[in-house]
């Protein structure tokens, strides 16, 4: 009789001790569970700023453009670019000392991205400083002759 008194005992421990131990695996897992929710929403979010970063950079490319064509164009938005929408505003600038150029534009755009419902999920805002006239001057509205100043760009 005494064998089984013991051999009862033994199991009540055993169990027991699988019982903490699965209750201690579950709060590992819960944790780490936490953890790659964090890490996952961390990553999209980058991802999703990154996206209105380029989508802020095609609004400034797409600003150089339109003054390339037409110098006295002032910008406008929001104009429509992959799954966001970029806004562009164009400023009449002095140009830096020993730039040479007859006038400066500063060129501001946002880049904006929205998810499935159309709610903003990312926002970015670059600034860049452009003269329109490569030295020497040429005519004004000549294709191609918009030129990015050495250090004027910036990201807000």
């Given at each position: 009789?005494?064998?089984?008194?013991?051999?009862?005992?033994?199991?009540?421990?055993?169990?027991?001790f699988v019982f903490f131990l699965l209750i201690l695996s579950g709060i590992l897992v819960m944790g780490l569970q936490n953890m790659w929710q964090s890490e996952i929403?961390?990553?999209?979010?980058?991802r999703e700023g990154l996206k209105a970063f380029y989508i802020a950079q095609a609004g400034?490319?797409?600003?150089?453009m339109r003054l390339a064509n037409q110098e006295s164009w002032v910008g406008g938005g929001p104009f429509s670019f992959g799954d966001g929408t970029f806004?562009?505003?164009?400023?009449i600038e002095p140009c830096p000392v020993?730039?040479?150029?007859s006038e400066c534009r500063n060129i501001e755009s946002t880049g904006k991205v929205y998810d499935s419902q159309g709610a903003q999920i990312a926002e970015r805002k670059i600034s860049v400083n452009i003269t329109l006239d490569k030295n020497p001057n040429d005519p004004p509205d000549t294709l191609g002759d918009?030129?990015?100043?050495?250090?004027?760009?910036?990201?807000?």
């Open positions: 009789m005494k064998k089984v008194k013991r051999n009862n005992y033994r199991s009540a421990q055993v169990i027991l929403q961390t990553r999209t979010q980058g400034v490319e797409y600003a150089k806004n562009v505003a164009v400023r020993g730039c040479g150029c918009e030129q990015q100043l050495v250090w004027s760009w910036q990201e807000f």
